[in-house]
């Protein structure tokens, strides 16, 4: 028989949110896989269990490694518990690589459900819940990270991120510079933590608070673009618009025709404004 894969939530601030089953879990696993072995003393120190299981490491850096030695745990009909530093395994954490492999060898998953900065942020930023969608950390580097930000630039959800204290700054400028410096958008940064802070406004007076430098774990929430009608679509949008496309590796000239579908107007009206556009040396 084979074992089971548990993925444990664990508390992203307060030490008391820790989900009941947690301390459960820890005490009576066979292998309890962390992130971090140092914080997971801290917190079973914490929560008043000792794990009577062995205890490995789990990190980006062996993910790889370790994983096929967990599976053939799992195989071997042990009960193995993944907690990462806080929050859910898997969600931009390592368990994605363990979680497949297990499935594949036929391993029961299940998870001890806890606390997530994803939907924390989400409902605390004050923006629309109903559909969002969550982009993890964004590229370092700041023509990547630019790319990505317009791919998403239409995306009508409400959009989720990650961030390093020290990147924000730049993040939420390129997000003022493609998004529009008037777009809604949360920082939410320490959540349940003592210095918490959700810090609401528009993208671009959000970047200038965010340049006077911010310290703490961040989550960043923004608000998806807003339906547009023809009357709406002026040259310059329409020049954005297809800019977008093409750097997602679509030919002008169907750029230009998908564009128009989507504003309702005469390709040659788009045509005519992308033209003027690089006559004056914009695209």
């Not at 998870?111 to 969002?132: E, H, K, Y």
């Not at 959700?198 to 965010?210: D, F, N, Q, S, T």
Request: aromatic share 4%; with cysteine; hydrophobic share 40%.
């Amino acid at each position: 028989m084979t074992g089971t894969l548990v993925l444990a939530g664990t508390p992203i601030g307060d030490i008391s949110d820790a989900p009941p089953r947690l301390a459960e879990e820890l005490a009576g696993a066979d292998v309890v896989a962390a992130e971090d072995t140092r914080r997971l003393r801290r917190l079973t120190q914490a929560l008043g269990v000792t794990p009577k299981g062995r205890v490995v490491s789990y990190f980006e850096g062996n993910e790889s490694a370790r994983t096929p030695e967990l599976v053939e745990e799992l195989a071997g009909g042990a009960r193995v518990l993944l907690v990462t530093d806080a929050g859910m395994p898997s969600v931009s954490d390592p368990g994605y690589r363990l979680v497949a492999a297990a499935v594949e060898r036929d391993v029961k998953v299940t998870a001890v459900p806890g606390p997530s900065a994803v939907l924390t942020a989400l409902a605390l930023s004050g923006l629309p819940v109903d559909r969002f969608c969550f982009e993890g950390f964004l590229p370092r580097k700041a023509g990547e990270r630019l790319g990505r930000l317009r791919e998403v630039a239409d995306e009508r959800r409400t959009l989720v991120y990650f961030e390093a204290p020290h990147r924000l700054d730049d993040t939420l400028a390129a997000m003022a510079e493609v998004f529009g410096g008037e777009r809604r958008a949360a920082v939410c940064r320490e959540l349940t933590k003592t210095y918490e802070e959700i810090r609401r406004g528009p993208l671009a007076e959000l970047a200038a608070w965010a340049a006077e430098g911010v310290r703490g774990e961040i989550t960043v929430v923004v608000e998806g673009a807003p339906e547009k009608g023809p009357e709406e679509y002026d040259d310059a949008e329409l020049v954005r618009r297809v800019r977008v496309r093409e750097e997602a590796g679509e030919r002008r000239k169907e750029a230009i025709a998908s564009v128009a579908a989507e504003a309702g107007l005469p390709k040659r009206q788009v045509f005519d404004a992308v033209v003027a556009a690089k006559n004056a040396g914009s695209v």
